[in-house]
Nanobody
Framework: QVQLVESGGGLVQPGGSLRLSCATS????????MTWYRQAPGKERELVAS????????NYADSVKGRFTISRDDAKSTVWLQMNSLKPEDTAVYYC?????????WGQGTQVTVSS
């Protein structure tokens, strides 16, 4: 059974930091490109950051470049998103996705709220 379980979300003040985790099981994690997406109320889901298998390449949305860092540990089948200098516009539900050759898996999401 495939599982992707996000954690680490919460309420943080502007300028603060959070580290999201996505623990996975049930598929060959090391083969998959892992991506964090987010969806704010009334908006479409958007790509935040992705990392290819073995961490060979990363990609970030322009809005988070220099503030967010994606990383993975294939031995732990886990991907993280370190989020620094958070802004109110980063408020959204953050989702973890695993993708390989048209086969994709999603987590249930974790809420991040940036507010004073």
């Amino acid at each position: 059974q495939v599982q992707l379980v996000e954690s680490g979300g919460g309420l943080v003040q502007p300028g603060g930091s959070l580290r999201l985790s996505c623990a996975t099981s049930g598929f060959t994690f090391s083969m998959y490109t892992m991506t964090w997406y987010r969806q704010a109320p009334g908006k479409e889901r958007e790509l935040v950051a992705s990392i290819t298998r073995s961490g060979g390449s990363t990609n970030y949305a322009d809005s988070v470049k220099g503030r967010f860092t994606i990383s993975r540990d294939d031995a732990k089948s886990t991907v993280w998103l370190q989020m620094n200098s958070l802004k109110p516009e980063d408020t959204a539900v953050y989702y973890c996705n695993g993708y390989l050759y048209g086969n994709g898996y999603w987590g249930q999401g974790t809420q991040v709220t940036v507010s004073s």
